[in-house]
């Protein structure tokens, strides 16, 4: 029982995407151009060559946020979307219906369809494969180049993600939706 | 359990899509299921299970830098590949290429069994044949090529009428010793002369060392030409970028290009081309000229300072004047230079990449000097020169032949590099019959020259040349498809390889362990460069019985049993026991036992490992502590040559200078050309990746927005690009990254491989485009003086 | 004939005969060639779809909602229209109105039946669904209470239909309003399902479930023309004309409360300031279907009705065709301009142009199985119409 969250130093991040294909690998996600569970968005640069606008071009790396109030629960109508006993949010493949609901209500795009089980699937925090098998990080944690990402539980006042956030200034994304999302950005 | 896509059936579905050719090699195609110790996963992507699996210690190949991880083996799959946690020099991480390694090793266009060449050189017609067979046409031939036997029978066993080439990797020098050592041939060339040879040199000679840059505590940092987000090299990339964006490292970055390295500095300078140097030269204008330097460093280390500081002095090498040429405001290079100057350790990133202008040589001398000017060289924070473990060499007993001819690819080269050649010039000389003797083999491995040496046509013209190509390799490259006897290679993960050291700051060894045996019919290097050489041995000894006169005189004095086995002529005696048994003995006999035991486990080991090593957080780890860490040590290497004499006598430079012929014009209407690294992506053998393909599938041509605006070009609409060398066609990139005379492509893309199902036809290939021009010093090519034009299509 | 206890009472000469036995006219013929074409078309869409799943239609990761959930909702609002003109007459007690009562709960009910077979092949697992429903009911979700409240609907609609076969008004009255209720409740979820999109300002809020009550009944009257027209052959009665004429002064009045509905709704929305809520509605304004909306639904019938106050049925017969084409853009632009702003704005790829609008076109599959929805619907109503006696009773 734990309350799992993300704390991301993003300013760390390369846009190398190595978190994008350890997931996959792990995970055994689908390949496709649209079928990622995580990724990082970057913004077109602006400015005209030379004078760019260096912090226009911040890279951001997304996913399920994990929403204490996720609104793709909200709205599904069989409870296929869930919260585990890790508050991490779930997908019963089993009860999932596909009427993509989820996929509209979710604010940050963070689902998308599994073709092969024809239905939705995002990003697990790795409870299924890692963290069930015992193991203390995510697939994209563990593998990132400049280390952008902590994982850990939030009840948990020791953990390292409750010290970062306590001692790190931070931000969520959409935070004015009250998803009250578990994904962090350090500031 | 859900329904998963087979890989057979993603195979189906894209070769549909795909022309295939008629050749035999298309049947080929279709995977071969093989239920063994290893096997194919069904589907591309296979989820890790929640079951104990077996995690063997690798080392990534999928680029060149070396990371350490430990594959996840369940049931004979590699399902995951993880980083490893013990190795300082990549600092447990994967990047997004090394996790995609899998896709490698289950690509389903992999080279299966050995081949030989039924059609003709280029249209991809195979015959499946059996390793023997594969040897045996080696040396014999078939009716469509000549065998080894034959023409050194020709050539009166001139060994080096053989040549050979081999990219970067563990097991290159085991290739090295089959090739040049017991078969006998000085004509070697490989990737260094199309890719960093000036750095080295130029650094070697300077400094006496290329060093590391500790970026853990620099703290300022110039990074010019180098793209550390993109062109991934550890520990720099996550030391580097962990500090900046006001967290430590002020980073000043230099690039035509704004890369994602520039979208990370604190200051971004879009250098013209090619004028690195002038920008150096000037900043040491006024390091010079506001005497900003340290004094104390150059007393004790400096070599010809006088004459340096004179000569820049003299040639007016102004801030003012390198503006003009640089296109970076010269109040910018003041205070970059005072900055650089002021700070407590500042670097200027040595770099790592191709040659990108004539000039490099100079340029890595000039920026070499200018980091020892600010003495911030050997200690924390600087360049560090630091210990590296030494593994113990291994005695190779090689055969003489006295019929084997000299190298001559020294045609407009200051230094013959001792090992490798220039591609180039080497293959421009035999091409254009320049060679004082025909060269008549290639034999290539893991290295695919007509994507990666400038001026493809004519690669592909020395091929053809070619009476007999062997071509070892894991994935059917566009090279390959002029080989007349392919050998298949076992990837890195089927594959345990010759332990290696790296690290200078905090040096490791690291061996890379076969996490899976070899999948279809395909062998490790080492055992196919053994079972060649058991077959070539006793012919060849045959041929060079006839013509060389000593060996005559030998065989009659010693008797011909004891000169054969003595003498090294039993071609295979190099590789008596396994790799995996030679690293065990080369380990034990230098660090003991224990130290084998860990390395097996590990995969890493260096002394101590096991009480220095501790885990910092959840992501970080400590591999030596901080009092153990080389910084600062005791070598004669440090110097700091400013006046290099002895190149005067060969035709260099003795000291950095510009020259107005570095200046390269763009004619109006004309674009110049240049090329690079990305993140998701390394060269021609990532491009079949399906993973990698996922996140970039083709490259673009970048050209500048507004330019693009002009010419009604728009995002995707397709180009032909034209030099005088060659032509391409790729899709269009409008963006304000790059500058309005230039355009850029990532090298690597426009597969001419059929076989290459993913890669055939994908993209455009800059090795077509870029003119086959080589610097003075080494002969290395220079990939960023070709002007194009383009056009829509 | 006679189910049990259920005595439904069938035209005498219905038969396979009287269904092929109509007048071959030019028109009939071209109508009945058409039904044949669209349902051919269902099954070719269908087929495609079981064999492809999915990838027989053009929805996305950021445009889930295609063609078919557009046609789903287009079926289940006029059946709600349908019931609610229905209900005119026999829940509600106006005369003029009951004339029309049995046509048009006839047709509430065909085309519901047309929509959940729609959606039967836009939702991935329909008999999950009916499992699920059941077993984990999701009670937050505006789409459980739809689908729920919508299966009840259909229940008590077949139950008033029989009853007003039977000419048990007083039966078929209960069942009537009680249907209506459910029927309103459940409309007006699916207009919630769009409300409650959080991460869709366009959407997000009051203003769907209760616009979609409006233009349901809108709908509903479009729809009667319709009917009526291919009942009477445009040849009306007196007494249909006055039907006709009271339902139309109806629609003058729900199309201006229509227009001042959606005015404000655009003047907020694209001046109110709100991110993603006021670029989409400038984006909307300039997208032809949202014209063809407005034209076809308001534009056109309000003029008509405005010539004479609804006394020229037929013109509004064909002002009532160009309506229903105007009510699906409606329902197509709701769904696609609910999605049509990315969620996710940045480059994930670094060769891509930077998100902007979605771009979505429906797949030859959607557009078939859409057509064969629609020719499902007129075929199930036209066998209606040769098994039983549409019309009201004499002596009622």
């Given at each position: 029982m734990a309350r799992y969250g993300m704390a991301l130093d993003y300013k760390n991040c390369i846009n190398c995407k190595a978190c994008e294909v350890a997931c996959k690998e792990e995970n055994g996600v689908e390949l496709g151009a649209e079928k990622h569970r995580i990724w990082v968005g970057a913004n077109d640069v602006k400015g005209e060559w030379p004078l760019l606008d260096i912090a226009s071009a911040a890279f951001l790396p997304s996913q399920c946020?994990?929403?204490?109030?996720?609104?793709?629960?909200?709205?599904?109508?069989?409870?296929?979307?869930?919260?585990?006993?890790?508050?991490?949010?779930?997908?019963?493949?089993?009860?999932?219906?596909?009427?993509s609901y989820c996929m509209n209500a979710c604010p940050y795009d963070a689902r998308y369809v599994d073709d092969r089980t024809m239905t939705v699937d995002k990003c697990t925090f790795c409870s299924d494969t890692r963290l069930a098998r015992g193991e203390t990080t995510t697939a994209c944690q563990a593998t990132c180049p400049t280390k952008v990402r902590t994982f850990g539980d939030l009840d948990d006042p020791n953990s390292e993600i409750s010290e970062l956030l306590r001692t790190r200034e931070h931000f969520s994304l959409k935070a004015h939706l009250g998803t009250n999302p578990k994904l962090f950005y350090l500031t | 359990m859900p329904k998963e896509i087979s890989r057979r059936r993603f195979l189906q579905g894209s070769v549909a899509l795909t022309v295939i050719g008629s050749s035999a090699m298309g049947k080929t195609n279709f995977i071969y299921f093989?239920?063994?110790?290893?096997?194919?996963?069904?589907?591309?992507?296979t989820k890790t299970s929640t079951k104990k699996a077996e995690e063997i210690p690798f080392l990534c190949g999928i680029c060149v830098n070396k990371c350490a991880g430990f594959a996840r083996v369940e049931d004979g799959v590699v399902t995951k590949l993880n980083p490893n946690p013990y190795f300082p020099k990549s600092r447990n991480m994967l990047c997004a290429r090394g996790n995609a390694g899998i896709q490698t090793t289950y690509d389903p266009d992999r080279l299966k069994y050995p081949l030989v060449r039924i059609g003709e050189r280029g249209d991809g017609k195979y015959k499946r044949v059996s390793w023997e067979e594969a040897y045996n046409a080696i040396l014999h031939g078939t009716d469509k090529f000549k065998g080894l036997l034959q023409i050194l029978e020709e050539e009166k066993d001139n060994r080096s009428t053989i040549a050979y080439c081999n990219g970067e990797g563990l097991s290159k020098e085991g290739f090295e010793v089959l090739m040049g050592e017991k078969i006998g041939t000085v004509n070697y060339v490989d990737e260094v002369s199309i890719c960093l040879e000036t750095t080295l040199g130029g650094y070697f000679a300077t400094i006496g060392t290329y060093g590391e840059a500790d970026l853990s505590n620099a703290d300022y940092l110039i990074i010019a030409g180098a793209n550390r987000a993109e062109a991934i090299i550890t520990p720099d990339t996550m030391d580097l970028f962990k500090r900046s964006k006001g967290r430590g490292l002020k980073t000043i970055v230099l690039d035509p290009r704004f890369t994602n390295t520039a979208a990370k500095a604190d200051r971004w300078y879009a250098v013209n081309p090619g004028t690195d140097l002038a920008f150096v030269l000037a900043l040491t204008y006024v390091a010079l000229s506001e005497e900003l330097y340290d004094k104390a460093f150059i007393k004790k280390y400096g070599v010809g300072f006088e004459a340096y500081k004179n000569h820049i002095i003299s040639h007016k090498y102004t801030p003012e004047w390198a503006e003009n040429i640089t296109n970076i405001p010269a109040k910018e290079i003041i205070k970059t230079a005072r900055e650089f100057m002021s700070a407590q350790s500042p670097i200027y990133y040595q770099g790592r990449r191709s040659v990108f202008s004539k000039n490099d040589f100079q340029?890595?001398?000039?920026?070499?000097?200018?980091?020892?000017?600010?003495?911030?060289?050997n200690k924390k924070g600087g360049i560090i020169y630091g210990e590296p473990l030494e593994l113990p060499e291994e005695e190779i007993n090689s055969p003489i032949y006295n019929q084997a001819q000299g190298r001559f690819d020294k045609h407009n080269i200051a230094i013959l590099s001792q090992r490798a050649g220039s591609w180039m010039v080497f293959r421009n000389m035999v091409v254009e019959k320049k060679s004082p003797y025909p060269v008549r083999a290639m034999f290539m491995r893991k290295h695919n020259p007509i994507a990666g040496v400038p001026n493809s046509a004519k690669t592909i013209q020395f091929l053809k040349q070619m009476d007999l190509n062997v071509m070892i390799d894991i994935l059917p490259s566009d090279s390959m498809m002029y080989a007349d006897v392919v050998l298949p290679e076992a990837s890195y993960l089927e594959r345990t390889s010759p332990v290696a050291s790296y690290g200078l700051l905090e040096p490791a060894i690291v061996q890379r362990k076969a996490a899976i045996e070899p999948l279809y019919e395909t062998k490790t290097p080492e055992q196919i460069y053994k079972e060649l050489a058991e077959v070539l041995s006793k012919p060849l000894f045959e041929i060079s019985k006839k013509y060389d006169n000593e060996l005559q005189e030998e065989v009659k004095k010693r008797g011909e049993k004891n000169v054969y086995k003595e003498d090294g002529y039993i071609l295979s005696d190099a590789w008596e026991k396994d790799v995996a048994e030679r690293n065990r003995e080369r380990v034990v006999k230098a660090f003991?036992?224990?130290?084998?035991?860990?390395?097996?486990?590990?995969?890493?080991?260096?002394?101590?490992?096991?009480k220095y090593h501790k885990q910092v957080n959840a992501n970080e780890y400590q591999y030596y502590p901080e009092n153990k860490k080389k910084y600062s040590v005791e070598t004669d290497n440090i110097k700091l040559v400013f006046n290099f004499r002895?190149?005067?006598?060969?035709?260099?430079?003795?000291?950095?200078?510009?020259?107005?012929?570095?200046?390269?014009?763009?004619?109006?209407?004309?674009?110049?050309?240049?090329?690079?690294?990305?993140?998701?992506?390394?060269?021609?053998?990532?491009?079949?990746?399906?993973?990698?393909?996922?996140?970039?599938?083709?490259?673009y041509l970048w050209i500048n927005r507004r330019i693009a605006d002009k010419k009604g070009i728009k995002f995707g609409d397709m180009l032909e690009v034209k030099s005088k060398v060659g032509k391409v066609t790729i899709k269009a990139y409008p963006t304000e990254k790059i500058a309005p005379n230039q355009v850029f492509m990532i090298h690597g893309f426009g597969g001419l491989s059929q076989d290459m199902t993913m890669a055939y036809g994908n993209g455009a290939n800059d090795a077509t485009l870029l003119e086959d021009i080589h610097e003075p010093v080494y002969g290395a090519a220079v990939m960023h003086e070709t002007n194009v034009e383009i056009r829509k299509v | 004939m006679k189910i049990g206890p259920l005595s439904i009472p069938l035209k005498e000469d219905f038969s396979l005969k009287s269904i092929l036995g109509f007048e071959k006219t030019p028109v009939n013929m071209l109508l009945a060639l058409s039904v044949i074409a669209m349902l051919v078309m269902l099954v070719v869409g269908i087929g495609n779809y079981l064999i492809h799943s999915h990838h027989a239609y053009n929805v996305t990761r950021q445009h889930p909602?295609?063609?078919?959930?557009?046609?789903?909702?287009?079926?289940?609002?006029?059946?709600?229209g349908f019931c609610i003109v229905g209900s005119l007459g026999d829940v509600f007690g106006f005369k003029d109105f009951t004339m029309i009562s049995k046509r048009a709960i006839f047709g509430s009910i065909v085309t519901i039946l047309a929509g959940f077979t729609?959606?039967?092949?836009?939702?991935?697992?329909?008999?999950?669904?009916?499992?699920?429903?059941?077993?984990?009911?999701?009670?937050?979700?505006?789409?459980?209470?739809?689908?729920?409240l919508y299966g009840l609907y259909l229940t008590f609609m077949i139950i008033e239909f029989y009853f007003l076969l039977n000419n048990d008004m007083k039966k078929a009255k209960i069942f009537g309003l009680t249907g209506l209720l459910v029927g309103l409740a459940a409309h007006s979820n699916l207009g919630s399902v769009f409300g409650f999109l959080n991460a869709r300002t366009i959407s997000q809020g009051v203003y769907y479930p209760t616009y979609f009550i409006l233009t349901a009944f809108i709908t509903g009257i479009f729809l009667s023309f319709i009917i009526m027209g291919f009942r009477y052959k445009l040849n009306f009665n007196e007494k249909t004309k006055k039907l006709l004429e009271g339902l139309a002064k109806i629609q003058g009045l729900l199309i201006s409360i229509l227009i001042f509905f959606m005015t404000w709704k655009l003047l907020t929305d694209m001046y109110g300031g709100v991110p993603t809520r006021s670029d989409v509605a400038h984006h909307i304004i300039h997208t032809a279907p949202f014209w063809a909306e407005v034209i076809l639904v308001m534009i056109i019938p309000l003029l008509v009705i405005l010539k004479d106050f609804g006394k020229s049925p037929v013109l509004m017969f064909w002002a009532?065709?160009?309506?229903?084409?105007?009510?699906?853009?409606?329902?197509?632009?709701?769904?696609?301009?609910?999605?049509?702003?990315?969620?996710?704005?940045?480059?994930?790829?670094?060769y891509q142009l930077s998100p902007e609008w979605i771009h979505y076109f429906p797949s030859a599959s959607e557009i078939m199985i859409s057509l064969g929805g629609l020719g499902l619907c007129i075929l199930l109503y036209y066998v209606g119409t040769r098994a039983f006696n549409l019309d009201e009773e004499e002596g009622h």
């Amino acid at each position: 029982m734990a309350r799992y969250g993300m704390a991301l130093d993003y300013k760390n991040c390369i846009n190398c995407k190595a978190c994008e294909v350890a997931c996959k690998e792990e995970n055994g996600v689908e390949l496709g151009a649209e079928k990622h569970r995580i990724w990082v968005g970057a913004n077109d640069v602006k400015g005209e060559w030379p004078l760019l606008d260096i912090a226009s071009a911040a890279f951001l790396p997304s996913q399920c946020q994990h929403c204490e109030d996720a609104p793709c629960q909200e709205v599904c109508p069989t409870n296929a979307t869930y919260y585990d006993e890790n508050h991490v949010v779930r997908v019963d493949s089993d009860k999932c219906i596909l009427c993509s609901y989820c996929m509209n209500a979710c604010p940050y795009d963070a689902r998308y369809v599994d073709d092969r089980t024809m239905t939705v699937d995002k990003c697990t925090f790795c409870s299924d494969t890692r963290l069930a098998r015992g193991e203390t990080t995510t697939a994209c944690q563990a593998t990132c180049p400049t280390k952008v990402r902590t994982f850990g539980d939030l009840d948990d006042p020791n953990s390292e993600i409750s010290e970062l956030l306590r001692t790190r200034e931070h931000f969520s994304l959409k935070a004015h939706l009250g998803t009250n999302p578990k994904l962090f950005y350090l500031t | 359990m859900p329904k998963e896509i087979s890989r057979r059936r993603f195979l189906q579905g894209s070769v549909a899509l795909t022309v295939i050719g008629s050749s035999a090699m298309g049947k080929t195609n279709f995977i071969y299921f093989k239920k063994e110790k290893s096997s194919i996963p069904e589907s591309i992507t296979t989820k890790t299970s929640t079951k104990k699996a077996e995690e063997i210690p690798f080392l990534c190949g999928i680029c060149v830098n070396k990371c350490a991880g430990f594959a996840r083996v369940e049931d004979g799959v590699v399902t995951k590949l993880n980083p490893n946690p013990y190795f300082p020099k990549s600092r447990n991480m994967l990047c997004a290429r090394g996790n995609a390694g899998i896709q490698t090793t289950y690509d389903p266009d992999r080279l299966k069994y050995p081949l030989v060449r039924i059609g003709e050189r280029g249209d991809g017609k195979y015959k499946r044949v059996s390793w023997e067979e594969a040897y045996n046409a080696i040396l014999h031939g078939t009716d469509k090529f000549k065998g080894l036997l034959q023409i050194l029978e020709e050539e009166k066993d001139n060994r080096s009428t053989i040549a050979y080439c081999n990219g970067e990797g563990l097991s290159k020098e085991g290739f090295e010793v089959l090739m040049g050592e017991k078969i006998g041939t000085v004509n070697y060339v490989d990737e260094v002369s199309i890719c960093l040879e000036t750095t080295l040199g130029g650094y070697f000679a300077t400094i006496g060392t290329y060093g590391e840059a500790d970026l853990s505590n620099a703290d300022y940092l110039i990074i010019a030409g180098a793209n550390r987000a993109e062109a991934i090299i550890t520990p720099d990339t996550m030391d580097l970028f962990k500090r900046s964006k006001g967290r430590g490292l002020k980073t000043i970055v230099l690039d035509p290009r704004f890369t994602n390295t520039a979208a990370k500095a604190d200051r971004w300078y879009a250098v013209n081309p090619g004028t690195d140097l002038a920008f150096v030269l000037a900043l040491t204008y006024v390091a010079l000229s506001e005497e900003l330097y340290d004094k104390a460093f150059i007393k004790k280390y400096g070599v010809g300072f006088e004459a340096y500081k004179n000569h820049i002095i003299s040639h007016k090498y102004t801030p003012e004047w390198a503006e003009n040429i640089t296109n970076i405001p010269a109040k910018e290079i003041i205070k970059t230079a005072r900055e650089f100057m002021s700070a407590q350790s500042p670097i200027y990133y040595q770099g790592r990449r191709s040659v990108f202008s004539k000039n490099d040589f100079q340029l890595r001398r000039a920026m070499a000097i200018f980091q020892g000017l600010s003495g911030n060289l050997n200690k924390k924070g600087g360049i560090i020169y630091g210990e590296p473990l030494e593994l113990p060499e291994e005695e190779i007993n090689s055969p003489i032949y006295n019929q084997a001819q000299g190298r001559f690819d020294k045609h407009n080269i200051a230094i013959l590099s001792q090992r490798a050649g220039s591609w180039m010039v080497f293959r421009n000389m035999v091409v254009e019959k320049k060679s004082p003797y025909p060269v008549r083999a290639m034999f290539m491995r893991k290295h695919n020259p007509i994507a990666g040496v400038p001026n493809s046509a004519k690669t592909i013209q020395f091929l053809k040349q070619m009476d007999l190509n062997v071509m070892i390799d894991i994935l059917p490259s566009d090279s390959m498809m002029y080989a007349d006897v392919v050998l298949p290679e076992a990837s890195y993960l089927e594959r345990t390889s010759p332990v290696a050291s790296y690290g200078l700051l905090e040096p490791a060894i690291v061996q890379r362990k076969a996490a899976i045996e070899p999948l279809y019919e395909t062998k490790t290097p080492e055992q196919i460069y053994k079972e060649l050489a058991e077959v070539l041995s006793k012919p060849l000894f045959e041929i060079s019985k006839k013509y060389d006169n000593e060996l005559q005189e030998e065989v009659k004095k010693r008797g011909e049993k004891n000169v054969y086995k003595e003498d090294g002529y039993i071609l295979s005696d190099a590789w008596e026991k396994d790799v995996a048994e030679r690293n065990r003995e080369r380990v034990v006999k230098a660090f003991g036992e224990d130290a084998w035991k860990i390395l097996e486990e590990k995969g890493v080991y260096y002394s101590n490992i096991e009480k220095y090593h501790k885990q910092v957080n959840a992501n970080e780890y400590q591999y030596y502590p901080e009092n153990k860490k080389k910084y600062s040590v005791e070598t004669d290497n440090i110097k700091l040559v400013f006046n290099f004499r002895h190149l005067a006598d060969i035709g260099v430079d003795s000291m950095p200078t510009w020259k107005d012929e570095y200046l390269f014009s763009v004619p109006e209407g004309k674009f110049r050309l240049i090329t690079g690294r990305h993140a998701q992506f390394t060269q021609s053998a990532t491009t079949n990746n399906m993973m990698l393909r996922d996140l970039i599938h083709t490259n673009y041509l970048w050209i500048n927005r507004r330019i693009a605006d002009k010419k009604g070009i728009k995002f995707g609409d397709m180009l032909e690009v034209k030099s005088k060398v060659g032509k391409v066609t790729i899709k269009a990139y409008p963006t304000e990254k790059i500058a309005p005379n230039q355009v850029f492509m990532i090298h690597g893309f426009g597969g001419l491989s059929q076989d290459m199902t993913m890669a055939y036809g994908n993209g455009a290939n800059d090795a077509t485009l870029l003119e086959d021009i080589h610097e003075p010093v080494y002969g290395a090519a220079v990939m960023h003086e070709t002007n194009v034009e383009i056009r829509k299509v | 004939m006679k189910i049990g206890p259920l005595s439904i009472p069938l035209k005498e000469d219905f038969s396979l005969k009287s269904i092929l036995g109509f007048e071959k006219t030019p028109v009939n013929m071209l109508l009945a060639l058409s039904v044949i074409a669209m349902l051919v078309m269902l099954v070719v869409g269908i087929g495609n779809y079981l064999i492809h799943s999915h990838h027989a239609y053009n929805v996305t990761r950021q445009h889930p909602w295609g063609l078919l959930i557009a046609v789903y909702i287009f079926f289940v609002v006029s059946s709600t229209g349908f019931c609610i003109v229905g209900s005119l007459g026999d829940v509600f007690g106006f005369k003029d109105f009951t004339m029309i009562s049995k046509r048009a709960i006839f047709g509430s009910i065909v085309t519901i039946l047309a929509g959940f077979t729609v959606i039967a092949f836009e939702i991935g697992h329909p008999v999950t669904m009916m499992i699920y429903n059941v077993l984990t009911p999701g009670l937050t979700s505006a789409i459980w209470w739809m689908g729920t409240l919508y299966g009840l609907y259909l229940t008590f609609m077949i139950i008033e239909f029989y009853f007003l076969l039977n000419n048990d008004m007083k039966k078929a009255k209960i069942f009537g309003l009680t249907g209506l209720l459910v029927g309103l409740a459940a409309h007006s979820n699916l207009g919630s399902v769009f409300g409650f999109l959080n991460a869709r300002t366009i959407s997000q809020g009051v203003y769907y479930p209760t616009y979609f009550i409006l233009t349901a009944f809108i709908t509903g009257i479009f729809l009667s023309f319709i009917i009526m027209g291919f009942r009477y052959k445009l040849n009306f009665n007196e007494k249909t004309k006055k039907l006709l004429e009271g339902l139309a002064k109806i629609q003058g009045l729900l199309i201006s409360i229509l227009i001042f509905f959606m005015t404000w709704k655009l003047l907020t929305d694209m001046y109110g300031g709100v991110p993603t809520r006021s670029d989409v509605a400038h984006h909307i304004i300039h997208t032809a279907p949202f014209w063809a909306e407005v034209i076809l639904v308001m534009i056109i019938p309000l003029l008509v009705i405005l010539k004479d106050f609804g006394k020229s049925p037929v013109l509004m017969f064909w002002a009532s065709l160009s309506g229903m084409v105007g009510i699906f853009f409606m329902r197509y632009n709701l769904v696609h301009d609910t999605q049509v702003k990315p969620l996710q704005m940045m480059k994930i790829r670094e060769y891509q142009l930077s998100p902007e609008w979605i771009h979505y076109f429906p797949s030859a599959s959607e557009i078939m199985i859409s057509l064969g929805g629609l020719g499902l619907c007129i075929l199930l109503y036209y066998v209606g119409t040769r098994a039983f006696n549409l019309d009201e009773e004499e002596g009622h």
